[in-house]
């Protein structure tokens, strides 16, 4: 082997491990490099919109979950229904549809690595170098669900050093977090790498009649890795990782009640909130039935890179399972103990304890060649093939009237695609890109109900199965104009879809087997990525419009003459979405960083008119028109801001002064853009002051977050009808100390 075929395996292996190029500029911004088309390319010079967070900045923000990282994307924003059910959405495109036969609209992957189930999306790993949020429809390198855009976890690589680091957190409401990373040399060409991280917590809110304290959080991630080096031109790389997490009570504060339902009585959530002594703080409840989330992962891979010379093959083969169990009161309100009509001091005569049961099995292969980095052409072709299986029993607990109902669903998806894309100079400033991908997905159900006492959101009817198949061909053309150095402006058409499926928690048999088509996307963007003032500025700017057709839309609705609503994905006609994001990063002086993000967006349905009709309060069937509302999950504007300032104290180390500030506008998430079913906007606080010893081992930060205090809702659903509504909301003022020892 020729010493530039190794050198071209090590730089490509270790780019894409340590997200930072190891040239760095003498003073100025950090070179950042980043996988997003499947090889090592600075951010600056891929033309896409991206959001790339380094491993410094997730360790120094305290970045913990896919919600941190929404807050801190231009156009992204993150949900949760329950703790282990994330619901995202980018430049308004997401999914609200959690059955085993629906399929998110952003993909997210750890080290290449698909994750197909929702409640299998495990963040919180130590060991992480940097995280890619790829905005927009990614229909060639990513298929089938990244209709919205796709989320890249990048762990960092074992390697010769030896790498030792460890975290101890403590602070208010029980914080006791440690965390700890240990790499380095084997043998002879091997290397290894565990790491982990835990965290304890208790809860911040209280049961009002027994005084208890609910929401605690007991999680464990862990991740090991063999990295194998048995030809110049071969590495292998092994990793085992998992999770182990149980979450305590979330609190949903009833937010809302009209019509039928907000009439004073025990059919009205916020009069029974008011009259048993719960209204006005939204950490205290009067659920009786603690809920609580408990869920295991466990993941292996391997992935081999064989540099072939003209080319790097590349295989990528996984095995991922995970068990989820949830159980949840989702009103915070206690039974009634009257008829209905009765008075609100009674409790609440729609009471819900809502549980789900999930396991998950997938496996995954990707095969790709990648051509070499002083190819004439730089092009990628891959293989990619799935199998998902996923059990889901959700169950449904009207506990006023002894109502108790299940659905029982199994869905086995196959998938397999292949793509290709390609780059080529038309001049020296000027480059075109384009990319087709073939993809093809099975998905076969079997649905089942049970009902036990009245059937109030299911009616009772044995196994049934359906099977459908879809198929899409997605590309991506894109031209790049490098104006001068460290100017890049850039233009793409790209289009996306996400697979068709199946209605979770049908009501009837003919709606658990009534499958819903497939999205489509396309969409239109220019962007401007830019370096100034000798490197001390960084600005990046894009503009988007996008075609969206046939929009997955879940809504839990009021059938006519019905008493209890039922839920129900199906297809809208179309809608139209633009929008422009900036980020920037400034270093005015060797002292001060500031940066930040900005987005706008404007998501409508053009033509939205349900074939199922609603009940019009009078026992009516009426068919709704939705046209002209606003999509779910898309505020009009959302922004995150920093800064930083750095003094040294010479022998004495240096001393560092961060704050953080994030706004997100209002949101609804109910199609008919229901007053009641929405997110108002909301403003969050962080700081973090650190001192940070002589030789950088250690430092000590103490940090606070959501500083002000602000209450704010993190999701909020409707029923009856969209008549009821609540919310959970996010956590208080927290605050610690993080003690950090890095050799």
């Known amino acids: 082997m020729t010493y530039s075929k190794r050198t071209h395996l090590q730089l490509f292996t270790l780019s894409a491990a340590i997200g930072i190029s190891p040239a760095l500029s003498a003073q100025g911004i950090e070179e950042i490099v980043v996988t997003a088309q499947k090889r090592a390319e600075s951010l600056q010079d891929v033309p896409l919109a991206i959001s790339a967070f380094g491993g410094e900045q997730i360790r120094e923000d305290g970045i913990a979950g896919l919600e941190d990282i929404g807050s801190r994307t231009p156009g992204m924003v993150f949900a949760a229904f329950s703790a282990g059910q994330p619901e995202i959405a980018i430049r308004g495109i997401g999914t609200k549809e959690d059955g085993a036969a629906a399929s998110d609209s952003t993909v997210v992957s750890i ?174 409840t009067l659920a009786e039935t603690e809920g609580f989330t408990d869920r295991q992962v466990n993941g292996y891979s391997a992935k081999v890179n064989w540099d072939l010379g003209a080319a790097v093959f590349t295989s990528i083969t996984s095995y991922r399972e995970s068990e989820f169990d949830w159980l949840e009161d989702s009103e915070g309100l206690p039974p009634a103990t009257a008829a209905p009509g009765s008075d609100a001091s009674s409790g609440f005569f729609l009471d819900l304890n809502n549980a789900a049961v999930e396991d998950t099995e997938q496996i995954t292969q990707e095969l790709r060649l990648t051509s070499a980095d002083n190819a004439a052409l730089d092009w990628v072709v891959g293989l990619f093939y799935s199998l998902e299986d996923i059990e889901r029993a959700e169950r449904f607990t009207f506990t006023s009237f002894l109502s108790d109902q299940t659905s029982f669903q199994q869905n086995d998806s196959t998938t397999w695609a292949l793509y290709g894309q390609g780059s080529y100079p038309l001049r020296d400033d000027l480059s075109l890109t384009a990319g087709l991908r073939y993809s093809s997905e099975e998905k076969e159900i079997k649905v089942a109900s049970d009902v036990i006492g009245a059937g109030a959101l299911l009616q009772p009817f044995d196994q049934v199965q359906a099977d459908e198949s879809w198929d899409n061909t997605s590309g991506r053309i894109a031209l790049d104009w490098t104006l001068s150095e460290g100017i890049l402006l850039y233009g793409s058409i790209s289009t996306g879809f996400k697979s068709g499926g199946f209605t979770g928690s049908a009501s009837t048999a003919e709606r658990a087997t009534t499958p819903f088509d497939p999205e489509e996307a396309t969409s239109y963007e220019v962007g401007l990525k830019s370096q100034w003032w000798d490197n001390r500025l960084r600005l990046n700017i894009s503009t988007f419009y996008t075609d969206y057709e046939d929009l997955q839309v879940t809504r839990f609705f009021l059938p006519a003459g019905g008493t209890f609503g039922e839920f129900i994905t199906e297809n809208a006609a179309t809608a139209t979405i633009d929008g422009i994001e900036f980020e920037f990063m400034l270093l005015p002086s060797e002292q001060l960083e500031l940066g930040g993000s900005f987005a706008y967006l404007n998501a409508e349905f053009d033509e939205f008119t349900p074939d199922t009709p609603n009940d019009d309060g009078a026992g009516n069937p009426v068919i709704p028109d939705f046209s002209g509302n606003k999509l779910r999950q898309a505020p009009r504007k959302t922004a995150s801001f920093y800064g930083k300032y750095s003094w040294s104290l010479h022998d004495l180390g240096k001393f560092s002064a961060k704050l953080n500030y994030r706004f997100q506008d209002e949101s609804f998430y109910d199609p008919d853009n229901n007053a009641l079913a929405v997110i108002p906007r909301y403003r969050l606080w962080d700081a973090r002051l650190a001192w940070l010893s002589p030789g950088e081992e250690w430092e000590v930060a103490a940090w606070v977050k959501n500083l002000r205090d602000e209450e704010y809702r993190t999701h909020v659903f409707t029923q009856r009808g969209g008549e009821i509504a609540f919310a959970p909301f996010g956590a208080p003022r927290t605050s610690g100390i993080t003690v950090t020892y890095d050799y």
């Open 111 to 284: 080290d290449d690595v698909y994750i197909a189930a929702r409640t299998a999306q495990v963040f919180d790993i130590f060991d992480l170098e940097r995280v890619e949020v790829l905005r927009g429809p990614q229909g060639t390198l990513y298929g089938k669900n990244s209709i919205g855009g796709s989320i890249n976890f990048v762990t960092s690589k074992p390697g010769e050093d030896t790498r030792f680091r460890v975290r101890q957190s403590l602070g208010n409401y029980g914080r006791n977090d440690t965390g700890a990373l240990l790499s380095g040399a084997l043998a002879a060409n091997l290397f290894g790498k565990i790491s982990f991280s835990r965290r304890e917590s208790d809860g911040f809110i209280e049961q009002l009649q027994t005084g208890a304290d609910w929401g605690e959080q007991e999680t464990l991630a862990w991740r090991a890795q063999l990295r194998w080096l048995p030809a110049d031109t071969v590495e292998v790389l092994f990793s085992i990782d998992g999770a182990d997490d149980e979450f305590g009570a979330s609190n949903r504060e009833p937010v809302g009640g009209v019509g039928r339902s907000g009439n004073g009585d025990n059919l009205d959530p916020l009069a029974v909130n008011r009259a048993l002594g719960g209204a006005g703080d939204p950490f205290n």
